[in-house]
């Protein structure tokens, strides 16, 4: 009796996520185009009416379609918005999905309505299976939410109007908090994910790791110290970089941050965010840094980054929904980290960068079925970033969760928090 009435409730609770989270996605493209919504600034990213897309196919491929009497909404649309799952069959290639012109915005928000009647059914009374495939869905979606962000950021970036996709409210102005460190005993600590909530394959199983003493900074680095070691010549001295870092910066005869750019003014910058072009705000997380240059800042600044178990431990004492998220008020850009004692700003606000490879755990099977290429089949050549940043929707984010990128790629919104041994 007591075991129905607690399923009852969490398959209410999932439904409402359910519909909050496909909510939010509309919201977000609201302000946009039909235009907006369809062009492609470069392979890596994706039109804003593909992730409305991909994210309601998702349902359809993985639950929907094995439900009685469903009917796809076009059969096509297999071939357009699946992503990347072999097992689903061909698809448009990434690199093309900006041809997309048909079906309009429009369309696919018809398609979303679809998807959402024939999953609040299903969502009513689920089986257990569908159950996990939908909580899998929503924070699938939420993904796509902070990479829709991302992506539209890129696209307005190439346009010299420079337009806000919302406006600032005021300016962030203020002086960075001084810098300090919170020291870690390390030993045999816990990683990984254990318990009841949901976690991606990736973040499994937990396991025992080996910490030597370290110390963490207490907040990310600001723009100001990024400010600091542009002035200090940090983009023009390879013993900072690493080899494929270098190789890097003078290949995109890089300076700064992606969406800096230089002020008329001699030695200032402005940068380029969601709420428009703006003077850079000193106390603010720097972002839109990739691996080499979080790196290379490091080793100038005599430290290192923290490696994943490093972050994870000092993580996982503190609660992930305190944090700067996507759902707070305002544009969605980095916060200045306020005046406190120990840890701040470790969740939400900018992904931390770790020196630690995205790669299987002792033991890491994939998810069963078709979902099992999610993630386990990226474990090649990338980097773990920690935290969730502020275009990520508020309760995704936890001290175990795995975000990975290439280490040339900067166009989310990555920064970096130093790390010491002791
Ligand atoms: C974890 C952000 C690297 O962008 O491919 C979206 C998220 N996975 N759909 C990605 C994801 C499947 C993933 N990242
Ligand atoms: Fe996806």
């Known amino acids: 009796m007591h075991r129905t009435v607690r399923a009852a409730a969490s398959e209410e609770a999932l439904a409402h996520r359910f519909h909050d989270t496909r909510r939010l996605s509309c919201a977000l493209a609201a302000p946009l185009s039909d235009a907006d919504a369809t062009v492609q600034s470069m392979p890596d990213a994706s039109p804003a009416k593909w992730h409305l897309a991909h994210t309601s196919w998702f349902f359809e491929a993985f639950i929907l379609r094995d439900v009685a009497g469903y009917e796809p909404f076009d059969p096509s649309y297999a071939y357009l918005f699946n992503s990347y799952y072999e097992s689903e069959g061909a698809r448009q290639p990434r690199p093309l999905r900006g041809m997309l012109t048909r079906p309009s915005l429009d369309r696919v928000l018809?398609?979303?309505?679809?998807?959402?009647?024939?999953?609040?059914?299903?969502?009513?009374?689920?089986?257990?299976?569908?159950?996990?495939?939908?909580?899998?869905?929503?924070?699938?979606?939420?993904?796509?939410?902070?990479?829709?962000?991302?992506?539209?950021?890129?696209?307005?970036?190439?346009?010299?109007?420079?337009?806000?996709?919302?406006?600032?409210?005021?300016?962030?102005?203020?002086?960075?908090?001084?810098?300090?460190?919170?020291?870690?005993?390390?030993?045999?600590?816990?990683?990984?994910?254990?318990?009841?909530?949901?976690?991606?394959?990736?973040?499994?199983?937990?396991?025992?790791?080996?910490?030597?003493?370290?110390?963490?900074?207490?907040?990310?680095?600001?723009?100001?110290?990024?400010?600091?070691?542009?002035?200090?010549?940090?983009?023009?001295?390879?013993?900072?970089?690493?080899?494929?870092?270098?190789?890097?910066?003078?290949?995109?005869?890089?300076?700064?941050?992606?969406?800096?750019?230089?002020?008329?003014?001699?030695?200032?910058?402005?940068?380029?965010?969601?709420?428009?072009?703006?003077?850079?705000?000193?106390?603010?997380?720097?972002?839109?840094?990739?691996?080499?240059?979080?790196?290379?800042?490091?080793?100038?600044?005599?430290?290192?980054?923290?490696?994943?178990?490093?972050?994870?431990?000092?993580?996982?004492?503190?609660?992930?929904?305190?944090?700067?998220?996507?759902?707070?008020?305002?544009?969605?850009?980095?916060?200045?980290?306020?005046?406190?004692?120990?840890?701040?700003d470790m969740f939400g606000n900018v992904w931390e960068w770790t020196g630690s490879a995205y790669l299987p755990y002792p033991g890491f099977a994939p998810a069963e079925g078709a979902v099992g290429e999610y993630n386990g089949k990226f474990m090649c050549g990338q980097f773990v970033l920690k935290g969730g940043s502020c275009a990520t929707p508020r309760g995704h984010a936890r001290a175990s969760y795995r975000n990975f990128f290439y280490p040339h790629q900067r166009w989310q919104f990555t920064g970096l928090r130093l790390a010491k041994s002791l």
């Open 110 to 344: 018809d398609y979303r309505r679809h998807v959402d009647a024939a999953m609040e059914a299903v969502l009513q009374t689920p089986s257990p299976r569908q159950a996990e495939l939908a909580e899998l869905g929503v924070n699938h979606e939420q993904q796509h939410q902070e990479l829709m962000l991302t992506d539209l950021l890129h696209l307005f970036a190439q346009n010299p109007l420079h337009p806000a996709y919302a406006a600032p409210e005021h300016r962030l102005d203020g002086v960075p908090e001084p810098l300090d460190w919170v020291a870690f005993d390390g030993g045999i600590v816990r990683a990984g994910h254990e318990g009841d909530g949901f976690a991606f394959d990736c973040e499994a199983p937990a396991h025992d790791a080996l910490l030597a003493p370290y110390a963490l900074a207490d907040r990310p680095v600001t723009n100001a110290e990024w400010r600091s070691f542009i002035d200090d010549g940090g983009y023009r001295r390879p013993e900072l970089w690493l080899s494929d870092g270098w190789t890097w910066v003078q290949a995109e005869g890089a300076e700064a941050p992606l969406y800096w750019t230089p002020a008329a003014e001699k030695g200032r910058w402005l940068r380029f965010g969601l709420d428009g072009l703006h003077p850079i705000e000193p106390a603010a997380a720097v972002t839109h840094i990739n691996y080499y240059e979080a790196d290379a800042y490091a080793r100038w600044a005599g430290a290192r980054l923290p490696t994943e178990a490093e972050w994870e431990h000092a993580g996982s004492g503190l609660t992930p929904d305190a944090g700067h998220f996507l759902d707070d008020a305002g544009p969605v850009r980095p916060r200045a980290t306020g005046p406190g004692d120990g840890l701040r």
